[in-house]
């Protein structure tokens, strides 16, 4: 095979291939024998059609293009490595005149990624704050470990009230032209009037109702529901309440706080101590990832690059397909209806997936180059320490999440590149200057000195 560089751009690149033709004649014979062995034709053994045979029941152009479908990549394949191209997308392949007996002319026309260009990673200054624990934090911290060991006891003798649970069987019905319909019915349903997500006619239709009461809520459905048949119409909800469920906060007794602390603190004292230190240890992680967001936001501020018209298209394409499939998993709408919702004509909607493709694309160009600069090399070691991870993290047996990703070549992939981007962000840490912002000592509370140095004052 021989190649040269018909004609470059920036972004783009022609290259003529030149196939022997020694080598298309094998290809040729190879799909004959292929195609021979794959279709019934009456009168003829699979395997043993002639030639002449087949271009009259196929055509010349099948079996061309059968063997051509083994050449192109092929050829393909050894001019990216030839040329070391790095391709946006899938190329477009012109095929000259085929003549068996003379080589194969092919014309390859390839979309090439854009570099990007990074400023020197030392000019990159982030600024994060010191991490300040207030009495307030420890006070919340204290009451999540009650909330998390909340009881729940049936209230008899009062009416529900918001923060109760009832427990409901239901039913939902709509009137159209043959009447009331059954859109589903439940038993044994929890319903908890404090949830942020409870529909605000059911939450009232639930409140002052007492265990063996009934109760009705009527519900208007979305115009843009995906079902049709109910979009605009009004659902009746009929609710039996079978019981009603109260959460009691245990009281901060020193058994509480043993069981909280697993035993090392046995008073409210102790168990401020240790929420400090805890607080302080989740503001220096977060404040290690707001580090490496502000970094990363700065290094994509101050890089360049240069991005199709054509890649922004496609990036934006396949938002727009995520965003549909999100609409009508999650609210069953169609996309019309949601922009609607949301008060968006379609041409801002596009303007605003496009902004979205680009910063995602550019995002995507700059990491690739913070990695070549890095010279990162991902090993079977950090492929073993990020797999253990992510698994510890899951809640994952560690040999089934490898299993799993060894068996998926895309999911493999797609570990690989993380583990590259990862080390990549790494190195751009290791470069830029991480400065904390100055302490307002009026904001500090008098917890908060604890905190930091793990030690109480006494």
């Not at 292929?34 to 271009?55: A, C, D, T, W, Y």
């Not at 046995?266 to 168990?271: A, F, T």
């Not at 698994?391 to 998926?408: N, P, T, V, W």
């Not at 912002?437 to 009026?442: D, L, Q, T």
Request: hydrophobic content about 40%; some cysteine; charged content about 35%.
């Amino acid at each position: 095979m021989r190649s040269e560089i018909v004609s470059q751009e920036k972004d783009s690149v022609s290259i003529k291939v030149e196939i022997e033709a020694s080598d298309f004649s094998k290809a040729v014979n190879e799909s004959i024998r292929r195609l021979s062995q794959s279709i019934n034709i009456k009168g003829f053994r699979k395997g043993h059609i002639p030639r002449r045979v087949l271009e009259l029941y196929l055509g010349k152009e099948v079996i061309y293009k059968d063997a051509l479908d083994r050449i192109v990549p092929k050829a393909l394949s050894q001019i990216v490595e030839d040329y070391e191209l790095e391709l946006a997308t899938e190329p477009t392949v012109n095929v000259k005149e085929i003549k068996e007996g003379e080589p194969l002319n092919l014309e390859f026309a390839l979309e090439l990624r854009p570099e990007a260009v990074l400023p020197d990673l030392k000019d990159i200054e982030v600024e994060i704050n010191p991490p300040q624990v207030t009495d307030e934090m420890v006070d919340e911290a204290i009451e999540e470990l009650r909330r998390l060991h909340i009881q729940l006891l049936p209230v008899e003798g009062r009416p529900s009230r918001d923060g109760d649970t009832v427990v409901v069987n239901y039913t939902t019905t709509i009137q159209d032209e043959e009447g009331d319909r059954v859109l589903e019915e439940a038993e044994d349903v929890s319903l908890n009037l404090g949830h942020p997500n409870l529909h605000p006619q059911i939450k009232e239709a639930l409140l002052s109702k007492e265990a063996g009461s009934h109760a009705v809520a009527e519900l208007i459905v979305e115009e843009g529901h995906s079902d049709a048949t109910i979009a605009g119409k009004t659902v009746h909800c009929n609710f039996e309440i079978k019981k009603i469920i109260e959460p009691i906060l245990p009281e901060l007794s020193e058994e509480f706080i043993a069981q909280v602390t697993g035993g090392e603190e046995k008073d409210i004292e102790g168990l401020r101590k240790a929420l400090r230190v805890k607080i302080a240890r989740q503001l220096e992680n977060r404040n290690q990832l707001e580090a490496r967001n502000k970094a990363l936001e700065k290094l994509l501020e101050l890089s360049n690059v240069d991005i199709p018209a054509s890649m922004i298209d496609r990036e934006a394409e396949v938002l727009k397909k995520r965003d549909i499939e999100a609409i009508e998993q999650k609210r069953s709408m169609s996309l019309e209806a949601y922009l609607a919702e949301q008060n968006l004509t379609v041409e801002e909607y596009e303007r605003l997936v496009r902004e979205r493709a680009q910063k995602a694309l550019k995002q995507a160009l700059v990491l690739d180059a913070l990695a070549k600069l890095a010279d990162v090399e991902v090993s079977s070691g950090d492929i073993d320490e990020w797999i253990a991870r992510i698994a510890s993290s899951q809640g994952e047996k560690i040999e089934r999440l490898r299993s799993r990703i060894e068996r998926d070549k895309e999911l493999f992939r797609n570990v690989i590149d993380n583990i590259r981007l990862e080390k990549a962000v790494d190195y751009l840490m290791s470069q830029v200057t991480i400065k904390e912002a100055k302490e307002n000592p009026a904001s500090v509370s008098s917890e908060e000195s604890d905190a930091l140095s793990g030690e109480d004052n006494g």
